[in-house]
């Protein structure tokens, strides 16, 4: 059983201001214990609540928790922190309640070594890994069961590889990246051209993947190595789950790349990109800076930097609401045309007459 842990709500406050200067406690004399954190139709005396969206202010009123988190605008009647990141604010009062087991330091007896080998200080690597030739695995690494790790790769200090993972040939993972179960990293990117006999012929995947520093990739997201050169998620990007990210593909840093996305080949995203959930880019575009793009989108061309785009092909939003207006309008007008058509029809067949 986890050991139960409560903290005053003032001291919790005190200790994100470091980080969240703005942070600060607020209550009418009331300094509850916090004992954990819970939904607020779900929250009981001693647990501390949050509002995720507006949608769930109606909840506030009646909530039986002892304590919220909030903005700096949403009135209560209960002890509250408040500060103008509320969602940092939960993250961090989420980290104090995490208990999650942490597994033993060292290595299982049933891992696999292949030969040069290098492994750092307080390593742990789970049962039934299977690390190749010429691997280097920093300090501090966590790796969880069932890995396949290939040959040359590298792993940076502080990475956690979940259950399941493989990561490929010659690949480098950087420092306090977390690789979600059943990643896949370094496998041959889709690449076959059409040969004389009609046959699809492989064309060999040689390149390699870098994934930079504070990287996060989802569970079963798939990042292919480059036919030649490298395929590169740079620094603090997180990409969700079940994204495709092609051979020779770029992302920048501090970018957001949402489930169930895919990224053709050559594929080229700027720093600081928001992606939603199932946006396809096509081959060997280049997307700016702080462009934003909304879910099940499409690329087909370039972006330019700081644009706002949704749709298929992508539009502004404003336009692309209009474009669906007009479609639910479709069949009148459909309809309208029809009956316009035949009345010109009419109209014809009437004038041809009378000359």
Same mark, same amino acid.
């Given at each position: ?35 954990? &954190? ?42 509250? $922190? ?33 030969? @040069? ?7 742990? !690597? ?16 966590? !790796? ?24 490929? @040939?010659?690949?480098?993972? =950087? ?23 009609? &046959?699809?012929?492989? $064309?060999?995947?040689?390149?390699? &993947? ?25 620094? =603090?990007?997180?990409? @969700? ?19 169930? =996305? ?24 280049? !997307? ?19 644009? !706002? ?27 309208? &045309? ?18």
């Amino acid at each position: 059983m986890p050991q139960k842990i409560a903290f005053k709500l003032s001291e919790l406050a005190a200790e994100f201001a470091a980080t969240l200067p703005d942070c600060q406690f607020i209550s009418d004399g009331d300094d509850p214990d916090i004992t954990g &954190v819970a939904m607020i139709s779900k929250a009981q005396s001693g647990e501390i609540t949050f509002v995720s969206t507006p949608k769930f202010l109606l909840y506030l009123p009646q909530t039986q928790a002892s304590a919220v988190i909030l903005d700096w605008e949403t009135a209560t009647h209960l002890p509250c $922190i408040r500060t103008s990141h509320p969602q940092i604010l939960l993250a961090k009062v989420l980290e104090k309640f995490d208990q999650s087991p942490m597994l033993p330091i060292g290595l299982h007896s049933t891992v696999v070594l292949g030969e @040069d080998v290098q492994i750092g200080e307080n390593v742990t !690597i789970a049962p039934y890994v299977v690390i190749s030739d010429r691997v280097k695995i920093g300090d501090n690494v966590t !790796i969880h069961s069932r890995v396949t790790i290939y040959n040359n790769v590298e792993i940076g200090a502080n990475t956690t590889v979940h259950a399941s993972c493989v990561i490929g @040939d010659h690949t480098q993972i =950087g420092k306090n990246c977390i690789l979600y179960p059943n990643a896949i990293v370094g496998g041959d990117g889709f690449g076959f051209d059409l040969a004389p006999d009609g &046959v699809w012929y492989k $064309i060999p995947q040689i390149g390699r &993947v870098i994934i930079e520093d504070d990287v996060e990739v989802g569970c079963s997201t798939a990042v292919d190595r480059a036919a030649v050169g490298v395929t590169i998620i740079r620094k =603090g990007t997180k990409v @969700d789950n079940l994204v495709q990210i092609g051979h020779g593909v770029q992302i920048g840093e501090y970018s957001r790349i949402g489930a169930q =996305g895919g990224f053709a080949g050559g594929a080229d995203l700027g720093d600081r990109v928001v992606m939603g959930d199932r946006v396809g880019a096509a081959f060997h575009i280049h !997307i700016g800076d702080d462009v934003n793009i909304g879910s099940n989108s499409g690329i087909p061309s370039d972006v330019p930097a700081g644009m !706002i785009g949704v749709g298929r092909p992508i539009y502004p939003p404003e336009d692309w609401q209009r474009l669906m207006s007009a479609k639910e309008q479709l069949p009148e007008l459909l309809h309208t &045309v029809r009956k316009l058509e035949k009345r010109l029809a009419q109209l014809e067949a009437e004038f041809g007459e009378s000359h």
